[in-house]
Each structure stands twice: as C-alpha cells, then as structure tokens.
C-alpha cells in the first residue's frame, strides 16, 4: 500500500481530535464560568473542542477525496531519517546530560556525536570543530554577558 | 509644538557632549550584540548593567539604556534572517521570509532592508515620540480592555491571511498555538491550567523556546536530511549583490511606511508592546501586497514591515514610559527602576520638570538610530558571509547556541527541553505541510485576547454589547469584517492561498 | 577607516563588558560548615520575577545601594528564578541547603504562595533561614481626580448601595491588594468586583480611564500621578501610614476593625545556614539600612524602613502567614 499525503492527512485529524479529546477532559475540570463572566476554563474548552472539530474535518475532508488523487507522501528514506531524528537525538542525550557533566562538556559531545557519528568527518578539522563552537559560546554568554551556566559536577 | 522643538535643541546640545555620545555608542553596540545573539534580551542586559549606569548621570544612564533596548531591535533580525533563529520575540516573525530570502541567497538585500526600515521607523518613531506624545499618551489611557479584545480580534483574524496551502491546517495550528499559550497560572482566578504539577509550566511556555524549537531545531533536521556537501545555500560574492538594489528599497517603501506608523501606535499601548507590531505589520503588509503568494517565500515586504514596525515600537513605548511613568515591557520597567534609584518620579508632569533628563534622551535616540544604521549595514556582508561555512559545521553551531540561547532567557532547563520537543514537533509540521506560523502568531495574539475578553465581560457584567458599544472596539471589529469580506466581494483580489477552502 | 574605528569600538565595549562583569564567573565554593567561615567571595542574590520585575529592580537598587556605600566589595550577581510565583525559587534555595553564598529577597508572595499555587508542593517559608526583613511598602488606596469617593468610607457605602458592581482593580486574585480588597469586603459586609491586569501601568491606565473605580498600590505607583492632579489617595491600607501620603486616613481611622496583609520585603537564606554565614549577611543589611543613599532611596520611593533580624523577622513572618491564611480563607481561595 502507498503512503498518500491524503493517507498521512487522514491519519493527523485523527491523532489531533484524540488530543482535543485530551485537553477537552483536562479543560473541563476548570471553571467554564465564574461569577457570571468566562472562567478559566472556557477558552481551553473552546479551543479544544476547535481541535476535535478541525482534527475531524481534516480526516472527513481527506477520506472523500479518491486516493488517486493525491501525491505520495514524501516519507524520508531511512538514510534521511537517521540522520535528521539523529541530530535531534544527539540534542535529546545531550540535553539530558548538562545538569551532571555541565554545559561545555555535553556540547562537546553534541558536536563529536553530530560531526563523528552522523557526519563522519574526521581528521583536525573536525577536533577543531568540536572544541571551537562550545568554547566560543560558552565565552560569549558565560563569560561576556555573565549567563550562570551550570558547569555540573554538583557545582552548580 | 514650538517647546518641543526648543526642547529638542536643547536636548541634542546636551546629547552631543562626549560623554553622551561615547554612552549612546556604548548603549547601542552592546544593544545590536545582545540582539544578535538569541536568548538573552534586552532587559537582561540592561539589568547587568544597571550598576555601573548608576555612576552615570541620569541623562547619561539612560541614554545608554535606551541605547541597549533599541539597538537589540536592530541586531535582532540576524539571526533570523541567517540561520532562522529568532534572536528575540520581536523578531520571529522576521525568520518567516528574511530565512527564505537567505535560502535564494539574497541574505545581504534582507539584512540590508532590516537595517534601512528599521532606521527609517526607527526615526519616523522618535518625530512621534518628540511632537505626539501627549496626544498618544491619552489614547494609550483610553486603550481598555474592549479596546485591546477588538484590536486582538484584527490580529487573530489575519491568521486566514498566514495560511498556507490549506486553511483548515493553518486554523488547526493556529488553536494549537493559542491553547498552548494558556498553559501556566492563570491571573484572574489564581487557578493553574495544564501544567501536570510542574512548577516550571506555571509561567506558561517560554515564547522563544518554542519559536527557536520550531523554527532554527525544525529546520536544521529538514536541511541535514539530504548529505550536507558545502554551504546550503549559495552567498553571492558582489559587492552590489549583498546590499538591497533599487528595486528591493522601492518594493519595501509601502511595507516600511505602514510598519513606522503601526508600530509607533502599538508599541505604545502598554501590553501590547514591539512583538505584536511586527505581527500585526507583517500581516497588514500581507493583505495589501501585490503577490501575498509571495509571503513566506521570501518576500522582501515581509522582513521590511516587521522590522521596521519592532523598531519603531521603541520609540512608542518610550511615551508611556515618559509622559506617564507606565512602562509597557520588561526594558522599559528596567528603564524606570533606574529612575527611580536616580531619585525621579517618571509621569504626566515629567517633561515639564525634568526636561534635561527627557530631551537628552529622546535626542540622543536620534544619534543612536544614524550610528545604528551606520554600524550595521557595512556588518552586513560580514553576516552574509556566515552563510559560506560549510553547513556540516554550521548546524552543530546553530543547535548548541540555541540551546545555550534558550537556557539563558531565565536560567532554566526546562525551557530547554522545550526547545527539544518544539524541535521535534517543528520537523513534523515541515514533514506534513502545517504551517507554523499561525501557531506563534495565535501564541502571542491569544492570551492578550482571552484576558482582554475576560476583563471586558468583568466591565460589562458578562454582557457582550460592551464590544459594540466602545467606539475603538466597533472600530476594530469593523475593519476586521472589512478585510474578510472584501476579497470575496472584489473577485480579481483573492489571494490564491485563501480561495483554496476544504471541501 | 571605518572598519577599523567599529573594531576599536567593539573590543572597547568588550573590554568595558569585562570589566563591569567584574571578572565574570562565580566561585564554587560554597561549604558554610561551623566554625571556619570565610564570607563568600561573591554571594548570588535570588529573586523571583525576571528582570524589569518588582523584586528584580528592588534588589539591584539595592545592590547598587551597597556599592555605592561600600558595604560590599564587588558587584553581587543577581539570579532570576522565576517558575511559579516564588516556589521556583524556594525550591532552588532548598537545593542549597547548608550553603552560605546564596540569599533571596522575599515578598508577601512567598507567603501566599505555598498557600495557593499547588505546584509548589510542600515546601514552606518556615523550611529556609530568616535573616533579615528591611521594609514594608505602605499600600494606599487611589481613585480618579473626578471620584465621587472622598474616602474608603465613601467607597465602601457606595458598593453597599450596589454590591457587586464597583470595580477595584490590580494584579493577581492572590496577591496583597487583592486579600485586603477581600478582608474589606468581608469586615463591611458587601461585595465588589476585582479587575485583574499583569503590570501596574495597565493597573493605573485603568484608573484613569475610569474603567476601575479604585485600586490598592504602593505610593511609587501613583505618586506621578497625584502631582499632575489626575489621581486622588484617599486611604492608607496599611497600619504604617505612608511617608508620601501621611494625611491619608487608615482604615482603622476611619472605622474598620481589620487586619490587613501588609506588603514586605525581606532577605531569606537557604535551609541550615551556619550561624556565622547569618550573622554576616545580618551585619551587612543593618548596616546598608543606615546609610544616607539608602535613607534617600527609601524616602523618595516612600518605603518604611523596619529593620527586622533574625529570630524577630522569623516571628513576623510567622504571624503574617496566618493573616494571609486568614485572607485566603476569607477570599475564598
């Protein structure tokens, strides 16, 4: 079976009016009124049920259309899909890391696994690279505009 | 009139003594720096400096102050531009077609317009600033909550006219924006909404988090999908290919004029402030061009409205600052603490008592917006050429001085980690044709929106007519019908992208 | 030429930049264990709002204050914590526990706060070391110039005439302004509305515009204003009368037996702070408060200096909790 942009579409109405879903049961906790006047609730509800309405209008609109009709959906080739979700990834990992090893050491590693591991380029260029761009962000908000980094190893 | 322009005169006497002019220097080289760089805004900057202002006479202090806030509009476009990056929030909506210009390797002539129009506005704004402020200062008291839902209602509105190919994609977007914004507690009840017991969502969302996420995370996975060879996009080497041509500065004119006038209005309604200008601008810009298909693909209007209106919102928001002593932002209520440490009560009899403290500024922000503009447009072609690093080198800069950018907006790792899941979600969008920008759009618009409503219904006892009933609101609400209706009525005026309604 | 000039310039503002940091980073070392304290090099002064908010601008007037008269050596760095109304930055102060280089300013808020927003879990003012309380800002109540309202009693039987329709306006439902309107509301037996806006500017505008007719604030808050004419005090809503407003009534001048929720300003420090380490930032605030630029500083801002130190601000606060509980009670929040 091809993937259709009109399939991917059907799909995301889905996936958003189950997310309304969602927000519309947390929102409904809130006050629709209050003394008279809009309470807290009452935008969130609005909205979410603006969600479910478009959600399954984007499904509806998309499931009366013939499939012949509209273009395959450009899902990335796996070669392309490592290397972007690898990026994001490698920030995911990172990220996770910077309260214990601190900033420059996990942007290091950010740098070496997107230049080392999905780029692979190698050789002093690349070392450069990897030292060079958190050094030099780490100077600028740090040092010259006093951000407190956290600089791990419980130090803060 | 005339006490202005006596006032004025004084007033550059005074700017123009060394002292002044090294701190106007000062000011706006620290504030193009700040603006440059993402995260870190102008307030903070301020406030780092606080201390040694201090020393400073009062004049002297806050013509650097000034000099920080409006430079930061500057510099602020940069990033945007280059690496779609929003440096701050005023200039998200730069990134919307200064990024796409970049793409067509017309980066110089996108910076280039940055820099004029913001000059342009910049200085349209402070002739405002010097001869309207007490008749703006009394429409920014009129400006109500009625008021403020109607002008929210034109804004929200506009949101049709940011929708890309599909419109019900661009509505879905635009509530997802606007739901999302009202994540954190809640002014009127003391209540919290959506925050799952974490404190950190009690503040709602961090604005530039999410734009960085979306625009700089999101774009950066589309890009590196395909093997990054070199540079991504081509970087002429002319000279006269970097600067805006003939045609780029007459095609801008319109775009830059509205985007003065629009921002030194809006800029100066307290809590409406420069963001919404450059919204409101840009999608003003849109309605009237020749070819709004063009929006969003790199339309040169689409950077000189913004731009301009963000700049010229400075010099607006200085006229509640000094004609009443309301500050309608964080840099401006920098700005009045440091009156206050001075020993001066900033209001309505200010000008008259302090006038060697208004005019040195006011002029002094005349000086700075020349400096400004001289100062960036030869930086232009240096920026440009950022462009030329091979992008395999480029992209892990871009990630790591996002993130760095985002922690240093209030110190937090939340708001990181924001940054990470906008990115992810940005890359979706891209993958499935959702425009983003109606989502930041109804972000920024929606929680002015619902709080207006809110506190208008409080007014009126939960009756509605109070919309109709208040003139500036009726206004809004009429040119919002206006424009909505019009390309219906005026055929040969549809723009292609709103025609094309779902099934 | 001009190239040059711009890097001659830039490297001067870097260079300025660096100084005015004062060397940038600050030290790690932060054991405040008994006996051998050694006063931090530098101590991270917290506050609760970002920068350009009321407690933000408070402390770095304040630290520009101990400069100024050297009290301190160097420049104190200021850090925002600003999730959740004071509980971010609670919760933070609690992950310095033990520690001496890290103090807070508190406001009412951090009071009300573990009281109202869930999110906060269960930390408590109570859990972190008192050290010194420095000011209250007296809160007035101010209408329009063309008011009918001549007095809080005036407002007062007018809202009994029409509970429910007057409107009083400033920040959040919880914070001082709002308990008072509550515990007046309560004390006098009516009701009126309360108009919420996030910045003070936005607070006046509506005043002004006779949108809101009256509002709680501090006397920084319309002092401008009532010069120029445009706004009239007609009350004290505090028991310390306003240095700025002194002939304004209080409430309980005009009849209204009432506790009312004061607006202070005081420095914290984080749980289990040696005793040295308090007695220091003790000295130091007892000593910035009998300066001249301090003294100048409170009177043009009309703040009331109350000087309050350690186990006497530990007491205030503990008693101020319950007026607040009371308010909340009362407010029903």
Known sequence: MKLTVRKVDMGIGVVVALFGVFSLSRALKLDFYDEGVPGPGFFPSGLAMLLIVGGLALTVSRFVKPDSESEDFDLPSRFQARRSLGVWIALLATVALVNAIGFILAMVLLVAMVLLGIERRRGPAAIATIILIPLLVYLLFATLLQVPLPTGFGGG | ?503 | MTILVRARWFSLFVLLSLVAAGCGLQGDDGGGSGADFEPPSKTEFLVHTGPGGGSDIFVRDLISIMRTEDVISSNWPVRNEEAGEGAGAMNYLMGKSGESDTISAITTTWVTTPLTIEEAGDVTLEDLTAIAGLIVEPEVMAVAEDSPYQSITDFIEDAKKQPGKLIQTGGSTTEVGALNGALLQAESGTEWKFLSFEEVGQRVAALLNRDADMMFGSAQDFAAHVEAGKLRIIASISPDPSPVFPDAPTVQDEGFDVELVPQVRGIVGPPDMSDEAIQYYEDIFEQTLGTPSWEEYAEKNGLVTQLRLGDEWEAFLAEKHDTVEQALETAEL
């Open chain 2, 1 to 503: 009139m005339v006490d202005a322009l006596q006032g004025l005169t004084d007033g550059f006497a005074a700017a123009l003594t060394p002292t002044n002019l090294f701190w106007a220097l000062f000011g706006v080289t620290a504030g193009t720096m700040v603006g440059v760089l993402p995260g870190l805004g102008p307030p903070a900057t301020i406030a780092i400096l606080l201390p040694l202002s201090i020393n400073l006479e009062p004049a002297t202090g806050l013509i650097m102050m000034a000099g920080i806030y409006y430079g930061a509009k500057y510099g602020g476009s940069t990033t945007s531009i280059l690496l779609n990056i929003p440096g701050e929030d005023a200039s998200v909506v730069t990134a919307f077609d200064g990024y796409q210009m970049a793409r067509q390797g017309r980066a110089g002539p996108a910076l280039g317009i940055a820099a004029i129009g913001s000059f342009v506005a910049g200085t349209v704004g402070l002739v405002g600033l010097t001869f309207l402020a007490p008749a703006v200062a009394a429409l920014a008291i009129i400006f109500g909550p009625p008021e403020y839902a109607g002008l929210m209602v034109l804004g929200l509105s506009l949101v049709l006219m940011l929708a890309g190919s599909s419109l019900l994609k661009a509505m879905m977007s635009a509530a997802f924006g606007f739901l999302l914004s009202t994540i954190g507690l809640d002014l009127f009840s003391g209540t919290t909404r959506f925050t799952m017991g974490q404190i950190e969502l009690t503040n709602g969302i961090e604005f530039v988090a999410l734009s960085i996420g979306l625009f700089a995370i999101g774009e950066v996975m589309m890009n590196v999908e395909e093997e990054t060879g070199r540079q991504l996009f081509k970087v002429p080497k002319r000279l006269k290919e970097l600067f805006p041509s003939r045609k780029d500065v007459k095609d801008s004119a319109a775009a830059i004029g509205q985007g003065s006038v629009l921002g030194f209005f809006v800029g100066a309604l307290p809590g409406a402030g420069s963001t919404v200008a450059s919204f409101i601008s840009y999608t003003v810009a849109k309605r009237f061009a020749k070819h709004p298909e063009e929006f969003g693909k790199g339309a040169i209007q689409g950077v000189a409205a913004p731009e301009s209106a963000n700049n010229s919102a400075t010099a607006g928001a200085m006229v509640p600052l000094l004609t009443l002593g309301i500050p309608g932002s964080a840099s401006t209520a920098m700005m009045l603490g440091a009156l206050f440490l001075y020993g001066l009560q900033p209001g309505p009899l200010f000008f008259r008592d302090n006038p060697d403290v208004v005019w040195p500024i006011i002029a002094s922000m005349y000086i700075g917006n020349v400096i400004l503009v001289l100062l960036n447009l030869p930086l232009v072609p240096l920026f440009a050429s950022v462009l030329r690093i091979p992008y395999h080198i480029l992209y892990p800069g871009i990630v790591v001085i996002s993130v760095v950018g985002v922690y240093s907006i209030r110190n937090s790792m939340f708001d990181v980690w924001m940054l990470v899941v906008f990115g992810l979600l940005g890359y979706l969008m891209r993958k499935t044709d959702f425009p983003t920008a109606p989502l930041v759009l109804a972000f920024v618009l929606g929680p002015l929106f619902e709080r207006a409503v809110r506190r208008s219904l409080i007014l009126s006892a939960g009756s509605p007519t109070i919309f109709l009933t208040r003139p500036w609101s009726l206004a809004f609400l009429t040119i919002t019908v206006v424009l909505l209706v019009s390309p219906l009525v005026l055929r040969n005026k549809i723009p292609t992208d709103v025609i094309e309604v779902e099934a």
